[in-house]
């Protein structure tokens, strides 16, 4: 998640295919003509005359939407030469005095380069309309356009001043978020700008704004972009990010950033969490589909390099059990070897070799090949030679074959989760039987739990787990302790095959989190399970692990610990360390280490080596809990 899962949350991987796509699918909806073609007279004679502020109107629905419009006057302020998505910003100079109503707009000129240069006077001509990015079911806001455009140099000048870019700060972006239609459209309302920030940032859609000396809480991803906060004080991170810590916490300061300048003479910068962007960042404000109003910055700051070190987390004492979660974030032999590699470096030197690993995201043998294969045997022998190789133990694996398709994720690749298990600290209780449709059960052995099978799945024909990796149960021992622990990856916020949860920046406010019912039949379903165990013996030792895909305060996590089942060690930790995500800007906490009560007070750490790096192994950091003897 993403978050909003890595997705909310989608797998980072599975975001990327859909971002490709969308970048060359979603502008298809209008068909420019020929930038600076006439318009036929006959439409000319007939459009409006309205000014900038007119168009866009005091919602963020224009007035003129599907209306031509003629010789609209305007400075053009940045140009986007390149791409699918080519055209200029245009705003106008003289502003009225609306905070409501933003002075700039967005000429969309398609496949084709506009031709023009920032500081040209130019009165357009053209069509408005109102661009949903990623299409309208996608729950984005709409982008107010004019599309089909010709132009003319202004008569008065031909080249002006670009119009002074608006700062964005901590002062001048509001607390609230959004205003709240009980789930409905905000499309239709007046903006209120000094109200709410959604407001603020639609009454500057178009125009040019700034952010001075800001720091990032989104690393660069492979889209060379990245999320900045204007606001240093507003949940802030030890390590420099902005943390989502409720439902309420939209943290409406973030920021996203890409740039409208030559890469080759200006490098975007690579930057990981808690660096800054010095110095003034300026460019028209748009909105997208990932991540919603983004500043396409014409002028760039420089970038600091603050050095965040990647974590390393201590060594389990002799009488300490080690049971770590790792996202491994679709890992197939088709994978490059060198994340093999560092994720190997990850599990020896930054986990210090757990005892147990519960693993997520581990794809077939062939990977994203569409070839009806589900054995994942290869792809668990190369990730545990490889943690052999990087000095650490010999891990021996359980895991059980998925049904081809049948759990999401990458089309083709079969994600399951896996157990890791170090033989030399810990043993496995084998009891075949267990596969892809037979249900583990708890029975009562002389008044202890056992496993009916080992590893099994939790009721894997449930419609809970529908699209949704099922849970894997697996009965260990350490030294002499009986251990259940069960590998988790819950279904995704972004949907997959079912649908995702409304974007945060949408216009339904607030958005409905169509995934989260799913998730919290499939914690209802593992809190049964759980419980079952404890029946046998309150005392037993659970440990529930993995990618849930939800947040600590979230009613799929509260579901787990109903009854007392389960406990969430994380709680123990400073609520502004929650966190081992990073998604549009947010850090937070979609993986979780959770405990039955006869793990006392056990020691649990997140060991911050990935979400806030621009250069990840994987999407999500790994967390570790250590339970004494």
Not at 157 to 182: C, F, M, Q, W
Request: hydrophobic share 30%.
């Amino acid at each position: 998640m993403p978050s909003p899962s890595s997705s909310r949350s989608l797998s980072r991987l599975n975001r990327s295919a859909t971002l490709t796509a969308a970048a060359v699918c979603c502008t298809l909806l209008v068909l420019p003509a020929s930038p600076g073609a006439a318009a036929p007279s006959s439409a000319a004679d007939s459009a409006a005359s309205p000014r900038i502020h007119d168009i866009q109107g005091r919602t963020r629905l224009s007035p003129f939407a599907g209306q031509r419009v003629a010789d609209v006057p305007g400075i053009v302020t940045a140009v986007r030469d390149f791409g699918e998505t080519r055209g200029f910003w245009l705003q106008d100079p003289r502003p009225d005095r609306d905070g409501a109503t933003s002075e700039g707009i967005f000429v969309y000129t398609g496949k084709k380069s506009p031709g023009v240069s920032a500081g040209d006077a130019l009165r357009v001509s053209g069509k408005v309309q109102e661009y949903y990015p990623g299409g309208k079911d996608a729950g984005s806001q709409s982008v107010t356009e004019l599309t089909d455009a010709s132009w003319k140099t202004a008569d008065s000048v031909s080249r002006g001043k670009l119009p002074g870019a608006i700062r964005l700060s901590a002062r001048s972006i509001p607390e609230a978020y959004a205003p709240d239609a009980d789930g409905d459209s905000i499309e239709g309302r007046t903006l209120r700008p000094n109200r709410y920030a959604l407001d603020r940032y639609e009454s500057l859609e178009g125009m040019r704004v700034s952010v001075r000396d800001v720091r990032v809480t989104g690393p660069t991803s492979r889209y060379h972009d990245l999320w900045v906060t204007t606001d240093p004080k507003q949940n802030p991170t030890p390590r420099g990010g902005t943390l989502y810590g409720s439902y309420a916490d939209q943290n409406g300061a973030r920021m996203k950033v890409s740039s409208l300048l030559p890469p080759a003479e200006h490098p975007f910068p690579k930057a990981d969490v808690g660096d800054e962007l010095r110095g003034s960042t300026e460019g028209p404000l748009d909105f997208e589909q990932f991540g919603g109003y983004t500043l396409r910055a014409t002028t760039l700051g420089e970038h600091r390099d603050n050095e965040l070190k990647r974590e390393r987390t201590r060594k389990q004492r002799r009488g300490e059990l080690a049971v770590a979660t790792y996202n491994v974030e679709n890992l197939s032999p088709k994978t490059e070897p060198a994340k093999f590699d560092r994720l190997a470096e990850g599990l020896v030197t930054n986990l210090s070799s757990p005892d147990i690993v519960t693993v997520e995201e581990v794809q077939d043998n062939t990977g994203p090949d569409d070839d009806g294969t589900v054995a994942a045997d290869k792809t668990l022998k190369m990730l545990t030679e490889a943690v052999k190789k990087a000095g650490g133990p010999s891990y021996e694996w359980r895991q059980i074959d998925p049904a081809d398709k049948a759990d999401g994720g990458q089309p083709g690749g079969n994600i399951r989760v896996a157990f890791l298990y170090n033989p030399e600290r810990v043993s496995f209780t084998d009891r075949p039987g267990g596969d892809t449709t037979t249900p583990v059960k708890v029975q009562d052995k002389g008044g202890k739990p056992a496993l009916s099978v080992s590893p099994g799945r939790i009721a894997p024909q449930d419609e809970a787990w529908k699209a949704s990796r099922k849970p894997l149960a697996g009965e260990f021992r350490f030294q002499g302790r009986r251990v259940f622990v069960v590998a988790n990856h819950f279904s995704s916020k972004g949907g997959g095959d079912l649908a995702g949860d409304q974007p945060m920046e949408g216009r339904f406010q607030p958005p409905v989190r169509h995934s989260e019912p799913q998730r919290v039949e499939q914690a209802e379903l593992l809190n049964g399970f759980v419980r079952d165990i404890r029946d046998v013996d309150p005392k037993a030792l659970v440990v529930a692990g993995g990618d849930f895909n939800d947040f600590p305060f979230s009613p799929s996590l509260k579901t787990l610990r109903s009854g007392n089942a389960l406990t969430s060690p994380m709680d123990r930790l400073p609520e502004n360390e929650r966190y081992g995500y990073v998604f549009n800007g947010n850090s937070q906490a979609l993986d979780h280490l959770l405990t039955s009560p006869a793990a006392g007070r056990p020691d649990y750490d997140i060991v911050h080596i990935n979400a806030e790096f621009t250069d990840q192994t994987s999407d999500h950091d790994p967390s570790v809990v250590r339970i004494r003897r």
